[in-house]
T-cell receptor
Framework: SQQGEEDPQALSIQEGENATMNCSYK?????LQWYRQNSGRGLVHLIL?????REKHSGRLRVTLDTSKKSSSLLITASRAADTASYFC??????????FGAGTRLFVKA | DTGVSQDPRHKITKRGQNVTFRCDPI?????LYWYRQTLGQGPEFLTY????????KSRLLSDRFSAERPKGSFSTLEIQRTEQGDSAMYLC????????????FGEGSRLTVL
């Protein structure tokens, strides 16, 4: 089963533009994570935000979390062609069971 | 390389055959997860272990699927009497008990059932 849904399902932007992806989830969480996956490869962890945090930054990434709305957003600033990948949010509740959403496919045109 | 290792990377089998995948997690990680991913979808949780104990098993995991982690180190995922619907990427991930919960993934084992 999958916990949440990402929006949009696919996003195509020009290099240099910002990309925003949203994630909604259904149950209470301990933390929310974002992962990246290049085609045919494993997932790579990008950033984790705890349930008591509202915003977190890491390089060109900015993540927000609204637990009242059960939603999160991932912003990638000044996107590059190399950012082309699928991005997944994942939520972890008690016991560290981690559930993934369906993902947003990002395409950055050079 | 000290990352998560999965073997084999690709497996083609005929319907009805049994297949086994192996995952070697990062050595100090005590939690190990198995996920299944089909094209265009996110990883679906199958099961996870803390040390050698299997803590939870998804309802997606029919009785044809079994996972073990006998000594709390490597894990195996066996699929018996494979069906075409089992064709997918099987992903393994591990994490440390003392960490934040960040999962470290292997490159996956792609199964094709003919």
């Amino acid at each position: 089963s999958q916990q949440g849904e990402e929006d949009p399902q696919a996003l195509s932007i020009q290099e240099g533009e910002n990309a925003t992806m949203n994630c909604s989830y259904k149950t209470s969480i301990n933390n929310l994570q974002w992962y990246r996956q290049n085609s045919g490869r494993g997932l790579v962890h990008l950033i984790l935000i705890r349930s008591n945090e509202r915003e977190k930054h890491s390089g060109r990434l900015r993540v927000t979390l609204d637990t009242s709305k059960k939603s999160s957003s991932l912003l990638i600033t000044a996107s590059r062609a190399a950012d082309t990948a699928s991005y997944f949010c994942a939520t972890a509740a008690e016991g560290f069971k981690t559930i993934f959403g369906a993902g947003t496919r990002l395409f950055v045109k050079a | 390389d000290t990352g998560v290792s999965q073997d084999p990377r690709h497996k083609i089998t005929k319907r009805g055959q049994n297949v086994t995948f192996r995952c070697d997690p990062i050595s100090e990680h005590n939690r190990l997860y198995w996920y299944r991913q089909t094209l265009g979808q996110g990883p679906e949780f199958l099961t996870y272990f803390q040390n050698e104990a299997q803590l939870e098993k998804s309802r997606l995991l029919s009785d044809r699927f079994s996972a073990e982690r006998p000594k709390g180190s490597f894990s195996t995922l066996e699929i018996q009497r494979t069906e075409q619907g089992d064709s997918a990427m099987y992903l393994c991930a591990s994490t440390s008990r003392t960490g934040t919960g960040e999962l470290f993934f292997g490159e996956g084992s792609r199964l094709t059932v003919l």
